[in-house]
């Protein structure tokens, strides 16, 4: 069985940073895409940022490229995503999602396995 794991969320002052982490057991990470989405209160689940098996692709939302970042170390079975120059309009839950695939897609409802989510506060 899939487990994923955030951390790294808390409460951050705008214009600040965080690295949310999310590790991975129960399944090979190294061969499986993995991404990363954001869920507002009162608004649809959204993509931020996904990447390939290998790390050799990467996408992002387009409203995001240039503050977020998305990397991997199958050696740890982790993802990171780090968030840079937040703004208030970047809180929501962050969830990490695994795609049985070597691709990403931006798509949520190809991944097939999610964590709980990590909760991430930019105040103003």
């Known amino acids: 069985q899939v487990q994923l794991v955030e951390s790294g969320g808390g409460l951050v002052q705008a214009g600040g940073s965080l690295r949310l982490s999310c590790a991975a057991s129960?399944?090979?990470?190294?061969?499986?895409?993995m991404g990363w989405f954001r869920q507002a209160p009162g608004k649809e689940r959204e993509f931020v940022a996904a990447?390939?098996?290998?790390?050799?692709?990467?996408s992002y939302a387009t409203s995001l490229k240039g503050r977020f970042f998305i990397s991997r170390d199958n050696a740890k079975n982790t993802v990171y995503l780090q968030m840079n120059s937040l703004t208030p309009e970047d809180t929501a839950a962050y969830y990490c999602?695994?795609?049985?695939?070597?691709?990403?897609?931006?798509?949520?409802?190809?991944?097939?396995?999610w964590g709980r989510g990590t909760q991430v506060t930019v105040s103003s």
């Open positions: 999602a695994m795609r049985r695939a070597l691709y990403t897609t931006t798509n949520d409802l190809q991944y097939d396995a």
């Open positions: 129960g399944r090979s990470f190294s061969t499986n895409a």
């Open positions: 990447i390939s098996w290998n790390g050799g692709r990467t």
